[in-house]
């Protein structure tokens, strides 16, 4: 397997980011946040706020990905997120799923959300995860010409790397993923949010969650590879869940040689030079 | 202080609840016979009888339980039960606990035109007001994973509600917001991992295909006491969601009667949702 280097000797990464995706989907596909819809809500409600506490109590900086309809419903919590110092990232505008878009309504809604984040903290955003399906040439193409210089939507790697374009290099950073990390899987609960049959995701015990969070941490340090923490706060929020969180963090610090930092620093180091 | 000697954090605590108590605790439980099988397939012959459990087992079992720790609950009944099972919404009543509202035939408002919304409401509020003598104050949709209507919020203001149990944005009670003016109305969330649905559905209940994991009794007893430790520490509101249809089995009783002792040892307030959308009601006019 390749070696990825780390600056200063550090034998692996940890960067945290967060998708703040609140009821775009329910506005889009529905366009009803009414009662049992209302669960992406919890997120910048009341999600955020708690995750703002327990970053500042371990110092880190983290990214923050929100659908530029969610920013404008919750302007506040937006700026509150810049203003402590973590990046937000974009998702689109309602969280669309781009593969199903016209390449002309595609453009309309990255200039759109990338200005309404820009007006909202006055820079625009650099870092993209795709929001619903996949991640095609043409969205990359866009992103590149609207200034991005991060993508984190795949999830095939392990490491960190510089994103080729039809066979050319160019300056765009791949932060992968992985749904293992993601608390999707475990906390999710409830009926899949898009329409179609009712699914529904089972919930796992926190305490059980922490075990899988570590052995994947451990492994991946074991290999020097990037430990992505995708998380969504509608799932994670919840005081029982945030203090498995905690630990994952005590663990991640207790372990020698971990770079514990933050997107944007691994996307400078994977573009540096 | 709260539990364990962890100092609460104080803001997160919107209302102050009776002498002094650090948390809120509501149990409430959805009555859910034969009505959620009706309305989702008109059949409740065969495996769709499951909701006949709720009144013959799960009710009395679960009211059982109430008498013994001296604890109300909230009862969500929908109006097609309660038609057929008048005694057994009588006897909830007469006990002590509170009957609230939960659609006729346990319908997904959001596919509703305003009109027959409206009538449903209106029936299934006359209906209960009927058997037991006392209006509901409140109301909880059915129909998990679909919203309710625009128009649903104001129907139950109309008919003099004091809370609505629908939406899940929020760990503990807040008021109501009615085209974007606040209303004399409180919000009471409610939360997959506090909804017993969500380790012990049966399959394919309601007619909806459900296939979920089933989790022993001990281990859902304990997610819950890490659930309540929590928000006990942190929030000061615990909202359980109970299907008698599910949880009245005789095996899962205990995690029921575990749950409700292990709170007992904590300085919580048990309470019914009106009790608690009255008194923060009163606490947002003195504010
Ligand atoms: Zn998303
Ligand atoms: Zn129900």
Request: charged share 25%; proline share 7%.
């Amino acid at each position: 397997m390749e070696k990825f280097k780390w600056p200063n000797k550090y034998k692996s990464a940890v960067i945290f980011t967060f998708d703040v995706d609140g009821c775009a989907e329910q506005q889009l596909y529905e366009g009803n946040t009414l009662g049992h819809n209302s669960a992406g809500d919890y997120r910048p409600k009341i999600a955020v706020p708690r995750i703002l506490n327990i970053l500042d109590r371990h110092g880190l900086k983290a990214t923050f990905i929100i659908p530029a309809w969610v920013a404008q419903r919750f302007p506040q919590r937006v700026k509150e997120i810049h203003n402590r110092g973590h990046e937000i990232g974009a998702h689109g505008y309602l969280h669309e799923n781009f593969s199903t878009l016209s390449e002309s309504e595609e453009r309309e809604i990255h200039n759109k959300s990338g200005k309404i984040i820009a007006d909202m903290i006055g820079t625009p955003p650099k870092a993209f995860r795709t929001p619903g399906g996949p991640l095609t040439t043409r969205t990359m193409k866009m992103l590149l010409e609207n200034g991005y210089d991060c993508d984190s939507s795949s999830v095939k790697n392990y490491f960190p790397s510089r994103v080729k374009l039809e066979g050319k290099e160019v300056d765009m950073a791949e932060i992968p993923f992985s749904w293992l990390t993601d608390d999707f899987p475990y906390f999710w609960g409830g009926y899949e949010d898009k329409p179609g049959p009712p699914s529904f995701m089972p919930i796992s015990a926190p305490k059980d969650v922490l075990e899988y969070w570590m052995a994947e941490f451990d492994g991946i340090h074991e290999i020097g590879g990037l430990f992505v923490y995708l998380n969504h706060p509608r799932a994670i929020g919840r005081i029982s869940r945030l203090r498995v969180l905690d630990k994952l963090i005590h663990h991640i610090k207790a372990t020698p040689s971990v770079w514990i930092t933050n997107l944007r620093e691994v996307v400078n180091w994977v573009l540096r030079e | 202080m709260g539990a364990k000697g962890i100092v609460k954090k104080g803001s997160e605590m919107k209302f102050r609840w009776p002498n002094g108590a650090e948390c809120a605790v509501s149990l409430s439980f959805e009555y859910d016979a034969e009505s959620v099988e009706w309305g989702y397939s008109r059949n409740i012959e065969g495996a769709f009888d499951i909701g006949g459990f709720s009144p013959q087992f799960g009710v009395p079992r679960v009211l059982e339980l109430l008498n013994k720790h001296d604890v109300k609950g909230t009862f969500f009944v929908p109006g097609w039960d309660a038609e057929r099972y008048p005694d057994s919404i009588k006897e909830i009543a007469e006990a002590g606990h509170e009957i609230a509202a939960h659609g006729y035939t346990h319908e997904n408002f959001s596919e509703l035109t305003p009109r027959k919304e409206k009538d449903v409401l209106e029936k299934a509020h006359k209906i209960l007001t009927d058997i037991t003598g006392i209006p509901p104050r409140g109301f909880r949709a059915a129909a998990y994973g679909r919203p309710i209507s625009a128009k649903t919020l104001s129907f139950c203001r109309d008919m003099d509600y004091i809370y609505d149990s629908s939406f899940m944005d929020d760990d503990e009670p807040y008021q109501v917001k009615i085209d974007g003016k606040f209303v004399n109305m409180i919000e009471i969330p409610w939360a997959w991992p506090l909804n017993d649905i969500s380790f012990m559905s049966p399959p394919f209940s309601s007619g909806m295909s459900l296939v979920l994991p089933q989790r022993k009794p001990q281990w859902v007893l304990e997610l819950w006491k890490e659930e309540f430790d929590g928000l006990y520490e942190e929030v000061g509101f615990f909202n359980l969601v109970i299907h008698p249809r599910d949880m009245g089995r005789v095996s899962r009783m205990p995690i029921l009667e575990g749950l409700v002792s292990y709170m007992k040892r904590y300085n919580v307030w048990f309470t019914t949702y009106s009790q608690v959308a009255d008194l923060c009601l009163k606490q947002l006019v003195e504010r």
